[in-house]
């Protein structure tokens, strides 16, 4: 890892679309697949309710007609199965030129775990890896899905974390195609928290593990106004 690299961040405050933020990712990729030599950059937002499918995921992990779901449905160009996006869950969308982080898509998802297991440390609370399986767990309950692509090593998609959003919405599905594990809130041990006291710690943690210094677009590189 080479230390203090320059990345951008994009940053919302308020809900957003799905597809508004995949628009954003594919623009971003697109303008280090034509520069690679540029600056990395990284989404941090919550989504409008939604449920998005990997490349690969299965329909049967979907406990509604896909023809008719009760929430918004994409599927779209990250590993992994079905998952539930909606507000009090934090998303952070990494792209990055994965050739100056390792050029390993494997220590890349362990990376990404790690910063969300650094966020639970500073709040007393041990997050956990399991064997085989991508994401953080507390307890034995999924606090944080992981889900990536990349192309010619620049990534996109990322991770979600759970803080202290509604978690109806993943009864509808099987998320992660885990049917014997369950989904928790970070809220659920820590009554109070919430999203917004989570932001700060969530981009330090990240930058420390990529050796990033995060700042704002410069007027040629905005594409994703709040």
């Given amino acids: 890892m080479t230390p203090n690299l320059d990345a ?3 940053e919302a405050t308020g809900p957003v679309p799905f597809e508004r933020a995949w628009a954003a990712q594919r623009q971003l990729q697109q303008r280090l697949l034509d520069r690679p030599e540029g600056p990395d950059a990284v989404l941090l937002l919550e989504h409008e309710p939604c449920y998005t499918l990997g490349r690969g995921a299965s329909e049967a992990f979907l406990r509604f007609d896909p023809a008719a779901p009760p929430l918004p449905l994409h599927r779209i160009d990250r ?3 079905v998952t539930h996006h909606a507000p009090g869950q934090l998303v952070l969308y990494p792209v990055l030129n994965l050739q100056r982080h390792g050029a390993d898509l494997h220590l890349y998802l362990r990376q990404l775990e790690q910063v969300v297991i650094d966020v639970l440390a500073g709040l ?5 890896r399991i064997d085989g399986l991508t994401g953080v767990w507390l307890e034995g309950r999924k606090v944080a899905a992981i889900g990536v692509g990349a192309r010619r090593w620049i990534s996109q998609h990322g991770l979600a974390l759970n803080v202290d959003g509604n978690l109806a919405g993943f009864a509808a599905v099987v998320p992660c195609g885990l049917g014997d594990r369950g989904v928790g809130r970070l809220a659920d041990w820590l009554p109070g928290l919430n999203s917004q006291q989570l932001r700060r710690p969530l981009l330090e943690a990240f930058a420390s593990r990529f050796g990033l210094v995060l700042r704002p677009p410069g007027p040629q590189e905005e594409v994703f106004k709040p």
């Avoid at 007393?124 to 956990?128: I, K, M, S």
């Fill in 8 to 10: 951008i961040l994009f």
């Fill in 79 to 81: 590993g992994g199965e």
């Fill in 124 to 128: 007393d609370l041990h997050g956990e």
